[in-house]
Structures are given as C-alpha cells and as structure tokens.
C-alpha cells in the first residue's frame, strides 16, 4: 500500500485504542490510560504457567504453587497478561465479541512474551474447537492468535494439527481435577498431520489458561503423536484472585 493511500485511509478510518475507542497514535495501540490499566505479566514469573511470581528475576527457573503441586506434561509457558481488568475485556471482546481487531497487538505481546520458548524446529498449534463450536462461532480464536504470533515470529503454524472429537462442557467453576476429567480423550492428532509433529517442539496457543487442563489434554495428544516436546503460549492467565 503506498504513502499517499495510507494517508487517506488514516482521514477516513484514524487508529483508536484497541480497548476504549479513543484515537491513538498508530494501529492496532492502546491509549495512555488503557495501557497503564492492562496488567501484562513481566518480571519473574512461573517458568512452568507463566505466572507471575514475587521476586525478582533471575537465572534459576521457579515455579508456582500449582506447577509444584501438579504434573505438568508441557516444559515452559508463557502468558501475555492477566485475565482481569483490561486483559479480561480484550479476551471477551475477541471470543465473543467478533473483534478481530484485538489479534494484532494480542499477538505482539504474546510475541515478546514467547521469546524463551522458541527453537529452531518450533512448530506452532493453535487449541482446537469442537466443529458445533466452530459452526456457532464461526472462527476459533485460539487459532487466529496463533497464526498472527507465528507471522511475528516468523515461525510455521497448522491449525488442524489438533481435532477436538467431543464436545465438552462448560469449564466455568471447575477445578483442575474436573476440568481434565471432562476433557480427558477430547483431543486428538489428526492422521495427515501426524509427521509434522513428530520430533518437533511444539508451541500450543490459547487465549486463555486458567487451570491448565485443556493445555494437559492437548501436550498428552502431541507427546502421544511423536512431539519432541511441547511449550504452552496463552494471551491471558487466569489466576486464583481474578
């Protein structure tokens, strides 16, 4: 697109904050006041769930609460920000609320934030939806995002690689041991996908993680399928108090 279009277009359509509407400075940014009430996740954190710890950050790897008390079947995950307060309306309003505006600077972020859990053999998978889900919301988040982060990285993406077979229930209000025993078999490899995984890292992406259960599901299906290893990547983290 050349100088002079993009001018015109910025007089017709002027960028505005990705969360309130105001007018920004450039696409796809969030105003002053947005920013400073959007709790992205920096400093320490669990090298497992990418919570954020207390503490300063440095060389040696540590791990929250949960992460010591469950078995997580992935290696290293990272997050964007918190889901509260801005970074629960920027879920929302993509999950549900048909913003696709919100990928973009969602993928920058969590871009920055997946630096340690990139390889040279990353291969980047996005959770999959049920196909009544995808029928009602018609496009799967978690995929979107994932390929915008992969063009960020400029790494590959297959968003079938995964197939979720059934369609499970709400999650809301579950803990970790229900939530994994109602996706338990949920997911699986897709057949024609199954070399590209095989001896690869793999980067699973979603917007959300709350109790890491459908993350479990998903890594248990790659590791079943021949993954070398696999990382986890989420926009938001959920915690106990949000």
Known sequence: MNTA????LRLIYPPRCTV????????????????????????LCCETCGVPLLGDS???AEYCDDCLRIARPWKTGRAAVLYKDN???LVLALKHGDRHDVVRPAAIWMARAAQPLMSDDTLIVPIP??????????????????RA????????CCPDVLVRRTATPSLGGLGFDARHA?????MHVHPSRKKLIEGRRIVLVDDVMTSGATFSVASQACFAAGAKEVCILALARATKDT
């Not at 063009?151 to 590959?156: D, I, Q, T, W």
Request: hydrophobic residues 40%; positive net charge; aromatic residues 8%.
């Open 20 to 43: 309130c509407g105001l007018l920004v400075d450039s696409d796809f940014g969030l105003c002053g006041p947005c920013w400073r009430d959007t709790p992205f996740i920096s400093g």
């Open 5 to 8: 279009l993009q001018s015109a």
């Open 149 to 156: 982060v992969a063009k960020e990285m400029e790494k590959p």
């Open 182 to 186: 109602a996706l338990q078999s949920s």
């Open 58 to 60: 440095h060389d040696e």
């Open 87 to 89: 970074g629960r309306k």
């Open 129 to 146: 939806l049920h196909w009544l889900r995808m029928l009602k919301r018609r496009y799967n988040q978690a995929a979107l995002l994932a």
